[in-house]
């Protein structure tokens, strides 16, 4: 009789890194430790993809931050261009955000980036945090942020109420043949009125 399988599994302990795509690994690795601060830490150079064996030559290379995670890109000749992206969401919802400690601290990041040329937006209190947002030499919208209210990551209950009402109106709205977004709009609109959701602005 086969035994069943037991698996055992940890919460990950912390982003290791995340990686994205560079068309330019020198400026890439100026941007990251002149503008950014980072220390550039280590890089890898194959000929094939590790998980598919496909010739793909590539540089691969990281950033450390404080904690000990890591911000990676690479490169690889022939790929294409980035294309525009079809809605504005793409470009604002897609985003690396950096933790900082303090409002001074993003008000001097703010005061460093836009000292070397890069555009910023904000600073925007989200109430429960506070940011700027800028892009790197990519194109990658970035955000430097730091947290107002400690307890904003520690609202499940909070969190599974919004997803039950964001679940909700889509599912009526489709069934009625409304507008999901219009209908979305009203009911967040409502509930901002009643103030029982979370509201970043």
Not at 53 to 79: M, Q, R, W
Not at 112 to 134: A, N, R
Request: aromatic share 10%; hydrophobic share 35%.
């Amino acid at each position: 009789m086969a035994q069943s399988l037991k698996i055992s599994r940890q919460t990950p302990k912390m982003i290791n890194h995340t990686a994205y795509v560079t068309r330019d690994s020198k400026g890439t690795v100026d941007f990251y430790t002149r503008i950014m601060g980072l220390e550039f830490c280590s890089a890898v150079m194959d000929s094939r993809l590790p998980s598919t064996k496909e010739k793909l030559p590539y540089f691969h290379i990281f950033f450390k931050l404080a904690d000990g995670s890591h911000i990676a890109f690479f490169e690889s000749p022939g790929v294409p261009e980035r294309q525009p992206v079809p809605h504005v969401a793409h470009h604002v919802f897609n985003h690396l955000a950096l933790e900082v400690s303090s409002r001074e601290e993003v008000d001097e990041w703010a005061i460093w980036l836009k000292s070397q040329g890069v555009e910023v937006t904000g600073p925007v209190d989200h109430k429960i945090i506070y940011s700027i947002y800028f892009s790197d030499n990519n194109g990658l919208r970035s955000e430097i942020t730091t947290t107002l209210d400690p307890t904003w990551n520690d609202q499940p209950e909070q969190a599974l109420r919004e997803l039950s009402i964001w679940e909700d109106v889509k599912a009526q709205a489709k069934r009625s043949g409304e507008n999901v977004s219009d209908a979305l709009f009203e009911r967040i609109e409502h509930e901002r009125a009643l103030g029982t959701i979370t509201i970043h602005s």
